[in-house]
């Protein structure tokens, strides 16, 4: 039986002995693949939350996490509503909003835009639009002012203090018929929140003259309460709250609902990349298993010797793990020190590719956003370390139980 100190003197000696230059290839390329698939598959994780949460975050700095609607699309009475709503605990505001389409035009050039009426006070409560706007005058904006994108203004050459005319489809009724409700706007600033829908088709205006593009005037009516709460975990317990308070015949919608189809869409994409990428650890590991078979060929008289002066299976089996296990331990931390150095600096080796290629990599139109973010979490880190290792570790387990089986009289029979 070998003490530790035969154990590792054994050990140096099979792994002093030069292997054949195709092993050690192919051992160098089970490393570079084990680094490769952990550095992947923790940067397009990250990207992947990182792009989830800055867009869930642009969605919720321009709309509440619940939203109340009549059925009809008028809902009256709403300032005492929104009293009643703002009492429940976790509730931060609630902020009355029309919601409608319109036409926006420009000298002769005219595009359809989303129009959201607000009060001014109640801008601030959308913070990704309030933290943009340069120019916070209140007295413009009640009278005719207008905020819009900046994708919008650069598509039709828009300028601040430019006049513009917004169509709506409501009608109203004129000496020379039914005309669509129009009125004649200025400028006053030009956001930009960083997320493409927004900023290439959002206008927003006062509450007051919403109200009379869209025919709300009449009745004091709006399209929907925006409440904003502290925690969007407490959703659904504000749901419930505000069930309580107001009329049956009105609906209550979460964050969620409204972008169901959008979230889990980004929740399977998530899903299946990660399932994707981990075949790349997984090939690594069986370069791990073939590099190790052929090792263990390779050294087949070695251990023949070893075994002959007293070295027991589990010593011999102890040396081939370790030696495969060594490949995946160390392209784990390599593969894991590269994939955070590239999400600190993603956006910068962005704007290098795209520069150096000549090419648009990260175009807004497609993906909603105008900055390629990572965001990483460390218990799912974590987990890819955990699971690039155990899959190394496994893949070391049967070149080891193999060189247990070299009979030494075999292989010294002809030495």
């Given amino acids: 039986m070998f003490n530790q100190l035969e154990f590792l003197i054994a050990f140096r000696y099979l792994r002093s002995k030069r292997s054949e230059g195709f092993i050690s290839v192919i051992a160098g390329f089970s490393l570079l693949g084990i680094i490769l698939g ?5 940067i397009v994780m990250s990207v992947m939350n990182g792009f989830r949460a800055e867009l869930i975050g642009r969605i919720l700095g321009l709309n509440g996490h619940l939203g109340v609607y009549e059925s009809s699309g008028n809902l009256s009475d709403f300032d005492n509503y929104a009293v009643s709503i703002a009492e429940i605990p976790d ?15 420009k000298n002769n050039i005219s595009t359809g835009v989303v129009v959201r009426g607000l009060r001014w006070t109640d801008l601030s409560a959308r913070k990704q639009l309030w933290n943009s706007l340069k120019v916070k005058d209140t007295k413009s904006f009640n009278e005719n002012g207008i905020l819009l994108g900046n994708r919008l203004a650069k ?4 300028k601040l203090g430019d006049e513009l005319v917004l169509i709506t489809t409501e009608m109203q009724i004129t000496a020379f018929g ?3 409700r129009q009125q004649r706007f200025r400028v006053i600033d030009i956001f930009d929140v960083g997320m493409f829908e927004y900023d290439n088709s959002f206008v927003f205006i006062d509450l007051n003259k919403a109200q009379s593009l869209f025919g709300h005037a009449e009745n004091n009516s709006i399209s929907n309460l925006e409440v904003y709460i502290k925690n969007s975990i407490s959703v659904e317990k504000v749901k419930k709250r505000i069930s309580e308070i107001i009329s049956p015949g009105l609906l209550i919608t979460d964050w969620q ?3 169901a189809t959008f979230i889990n869409a980004l929740k399977v994409e ?11 650890i997984m090939v690594a590991a069986f370069n791990i298993i073939s590099s190790m078979i052929m090792f263990v060929r390779s050294k087949t008289i070695d251990i023949a010797v070893l075994s002959a002066i007293g070295a027991n299976s589990s010593n011999i089996m102890k040396i081939f793990f370790i030696t495969g296990a060594s490949i995946g331990f160390i392209g784990t931390i390599l593969g894991t020190f590269l994939g955070l150095l590239v999400c600190i600096n993603i956006d910068g080796i962005r704007q290098f590719l795209e520069n150096f290629t000549n ?19 460390p218990s799912e880190v974590f987990q890819i370390i955990l ?29």
């Fill in 387 to 415: 699971m690039a290792l155990l899959l190394s570790f496994i893949a070391s387990i049967y070149p080891a139980w193999r060189a247990t089986k070299i009979l030494p009289a075999e292989a010294l029979r002809y030495e």
């Fill in 257 to 259: 609902e409204r972008n």
């Fill in 359 to 377: 090419n648009e990599l990260f175009s807004a139109e497609i993906y909603f956003l105008t900055k390629l973010p990572a965001l990483v979490d």
């Fill in 270 to 280: 998530r899903n299946v990349m990660f399932l994707i990428l981990t075949l790349i």
């Fill in 155 to 158: 598509r039709l050459g828009i």
């Fill in 38 to 42: 952990v550095a992947t598959l923790i």
């Fill in 91 to 105: 509730v931060v505001t609630v902020t009355p909003q029309i919601e409608g389409q319109g036409l926006l035009v």
């Fill in 178 to 180: 039914s005309v669509p």
